[in-house]
């Protein structure tokens, strides 16, 4: 009886290693790839073949191709790349007398904040296909920690009404540490506050960013402010 009590508690002990979550670990890849444009990507891929890896990276490409204004009609990454450069090549072969710079494709991304309940990667993207200046902008794709899927801002806010008061009285603070004494009336093209598209994690707490147009002019560039999460915790579904 003595051996079947023991043999009991050793199957619950593995059985409860096995079934123990582990969190997903990230490497950073390089498109090692020679085009005519000028076209770099490095981006956080979850190690491994599990179904939650699988799930993360699927769900980080998506992210990277959806934010690009080049990518029409394909859902592969490197294809995404190809067509950018052939756009550019035929561009070259119709403009051929015309002296303009290289186009540039930027794509680069940073795990930002993991947690056993969420992970946050950065997505920065730079498109530049001739003119004054090119397009820049950052994502915050907020992923689940178990399963690898995208959790939107009601999966991460709890009573967006009330957060969205306590984000606007941060907005106004963060615009007081600024030098240019700027006020939240040179913001948002005369519509009242309101949140940003993009809500991330990191270690200092819940970062709001506005992109480039978003609230301001091309010069104000991205306007961003981070509330702690001693202020925030309680607005939080998951952090």
Known sequence: MKRIISFFAFLIVLTSCNSEFKPATFET???DVAYEAQIS??????????TLSKAINSNVENAIIEALSSAENTNELKDVLKAFNTEYLNFKNEFSEESEPAWELQIETELTYQSEEVITIAISTYEFKGGAHGSDQIQFLNLDAKTGNVLNQDAIIKDIESFKTLAENHFIKSLETKEDNLKIEDFFFGEPFHLPENIGFSEDGLVLLYNVYEVASYDQGYTEFVIPFSECESYLKVH
């Open 41 to 50: 990507a490095t981006y956080s891929k979850a190690k491994g073949t599990s």
């Open 29 to 31: 890849v390089d498109v």
